[in-house]
């Protein structure tokens, strides 16, 4: 009795299409490009895109400051082309998710516009407070009569959260850029209005919504009361006190069991809070986003990167996989368009570049859960050498940089140099790199937006597809064991357990569905290391043994084994899956039975 679900079954492709492919040499990614590609993501054997905003947008946050949301960008398109590519995933059984972007709107927004003139009911669509006259504390830039923002709260691109608005006499709080002002929640209009266009998006044939920092459309009350006192960041703004009220409601209202729905949750989302987001009995969400694994090797800010310990990405990947299981469902991504490249973070984008993308993606289809596959990331694109701050054109590197030089918290870009170019979102939203022989990689005719990482030469799809030994092929490979009937349910359905939570160098797992087990092992260093099962006292003695492990030493040599993908050649005399040597990043996936 599996609770089964296409999207539980599906493989997710993520494109960002400024960065995608550009057919009309404006050194922009459009839809027809991703038209053009129809058949190469048919081959690659993904069944589901998310696209990320295309809507009509001035582009001070490349699309998530949205001006219309039922009309296509210019640079992208238009609403014919959008159709022309639904239909094209549609005829090929691929299904489409649009980004839903409602925290905020853009600040050129219809609704924006309306409200600042305070004309009919709009002013009440966004969140307009006085400011403060007792300004003790604040070492920020004043208003007019040296008022000061309503509370301290910093943007998550730096600098206030608040703008005053001379025309409104008020000040306007916007979570994200100056030009991303937030909706306000509270008001039953605002709902409304999302709501439908919601209902308007699916009637034209969408299969699902990413939605948009979602988790941080309820603000608490000293948003509205100014009272508590202010709190100097918005951690209250994370899952505030009415975001199951919201979100249900839209479950309710909008969404149904055949959607793919995911929400992003940044900050520290609970299990209570997650289970209520995408639980059986929760809100209605399929799935969400979580950041946990992309805070293990940063502070808040771009220039404090400071590596992972792999017992620690473990532990976020136990904590989810066993948190919601029976419960809800988990999505898996190694990286996306705000992220570093995986290779380059977790893996070894030098020398093991092949062999550590391998094992990565490894890891995210075994998983349980939906794999999110990040466009590039299936020919292993790697972070870009950024030389200097002209390199980048992301807000979210720009502002905060600049303004910690101007504060004096950072001496200069170059000081931190391979911290933000390791962190920096820009890293991947180079264009995608399509062929070695063509001027950037074959992207664009005309100037790129963004320059194409010079590696295009060695690293892009073409010569990847050539190539039966490529991160592409594998990738493929990966892919279709979800397809595979013999596979795929104990891929899909199987239950995760970490057979050895402190090992520092290899990570190594089950997934088990009634007598069927999935063995995956992956060595997480650049040197040959020894598994053997472990025994009850090793991992006893290391605390975190657990006697109703699926598998124990000893148990091994009464099953039937099969090695289902590895990523080195495996030859079957070696082929013990209770002790073997791995090679510099090497993953194996056996299946016992
Ligand atoms: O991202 C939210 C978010 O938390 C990131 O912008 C974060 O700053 C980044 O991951 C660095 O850690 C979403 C979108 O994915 C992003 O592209 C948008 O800029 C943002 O919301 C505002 O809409």
Do not use: C
């Not at 439908?196 to 939605?211: C, H, K, S, V």
């Not at 609970?270 to 979580?290: E, N, P, T, W």
């Not at 290391?542 to 289902?564: I, N």
């Amino acid at each position: 009795d599996i609770d089964r679900n296409w999207w539980k079954e599906a493989v997710v492709y993520q494109v960002y299409p400024r960065s995608f492919n550009d057919t009309d040499g404006d050194g922009v990614g459009d839809i027809p490009g991703i038209i053009e590609k129809l058949d190469y993501l048919e081959d690659l054997g993904v069944d589901v895109i998310w696209l990320n905003p295309v809507y009509e947008s001035p582009n001070a946050d490349n699309g998530y400051d949205i001006a219309d949301y039922q009309s296509i960008m210019s640079e992208f398109g238009t609403m014919a082309d959008w159709e022309e590519l639904l239909d094209g995933l549609h005829d090929r059984g691929i299904k489409l998710i649009m980004d839903l972007v409602v925290n905020h709107t853009s600040d050129e927004h219809e609704w924006f516009v309306k409200s600042r003139a305070d004309e009919g009911d709009f002013r009440d669509y966004y969140i307009w407070r006085e400011g403060r006259t007792d300004v003790d504390g604040w070492t920020g830039d004043l208003g007019p009569d040296d008022e000061a923002p309503p509370n301290e709260w910093g943007s998550f691109f730096g600098g206030p959260a608040w703008e005053y608005d001379e025309e409104v006499g008020k000040w306007y709080l916007h979570i994200f850029d100056v030009k991303q002002p937030d909706l306000n929640w509270e008001n039953e209009a605002v709902r409304e209005e999302v709501f439908e266009m919601m209902e308007w998006w699916l009637e034209q044939g969408i299969d699902g919504f990413r939605m948009d920092v979602i988790n941080l459309i309820s603000k608490p009350p000293s948003v509205t009361d100014n009272d508590p006192p202010l709190p100097d960041d918005f951690g209250a703004t994370f899952n505030g006190p009415k975001i199951h009220e919201y979100i249900g409601e839209m479950g309710d209202r909008v969404l149904s069991e055949d959607l793919l729905t995911v929400g992003e949750m940044v900050g520290d989302v609970s299990m209570d809070d997650a289970r209520q987001y995408v639980g059986r009995d929760g809100d209605g969400l399929s799935m969400l986003f979580h950041f946990d694994h992309m805070l293990l090797d940063r502070g808040g800010d771009l220039w404090q990167y400071h590596g992972y310990d792999l017992t620690d990405l473990k532990g976020v990947f136990r904590h989810w996989q066993k948190g919601l299981e029976g419960d809800g469902w988990n999505s898996n991504y190694l990286n996306n368009h705000d992220q570093p490249r995986m290779v380059s973070r977790f893996g070894d984008d030098g020398e093991y570049r092949v062999e550590s993308a391998k094992l990565l993606g490894t890891l995210l289809h075994t998983l349980h859960g939906t794999p999110y596959v990040y466009q590039g990331e299936e020919i292993g694109m790697t972070n870009y050498p950024f030389e200097s701050l002209d390199d980048f054109q992301d807000v979210d590197t720009l502002n905060p940089v600049s303004n910690a030089i101007d504060e004096g918290v950072i001496e200069s870009f170059e000081a931190e140099k391979e911290s933000i170019s390791m962190l920096s979102r820009d890293n991947a939203r180079t264009p995608v790199q399509w062929s070695g022989d063509e001027e950037h990689g074959g992207f664009t005719d005309g100037e790129p937006w963004l320059g194409v990482n010079p590696n295009y030469d060695e690293i892009n799809v073409a010569d990847a597809r050539a190539d039966s030994e490529s991160v592409w092929h594998y990738y493929k490979e990966l892919i279709a064991l979800r397809d595979d009937s013999e596979h795929k349910d104990l891929i899909v359905y199987g239950s995760y357990d970490d057979l050895w939570p402190s090992h520092t160098d290899l990570w190594a797992y089950t997934r088990t569905l009634d007598d069927d087990r999935l063995l995956v092992v992956l060595n997480f260093t650049s040197e040959t290391q020894e598994f053997r099962l472990p025994r009850a006292e090793e991992t006893h003695a290391a605390g975190d043994y657990r006697d109703d492990l699926p598998l124990h030493a000893g148990e091994v040599p009464d099953l039937d084994t099969e090695l289902v993908i590895a990523n080195y050649d495996v030859d079957d005399a070696d082929s013990d899956p209770t002790e073997f040597d791995l090679r510099p990043w090497e993953a194996r996936v056996y299946r016992l039975s």
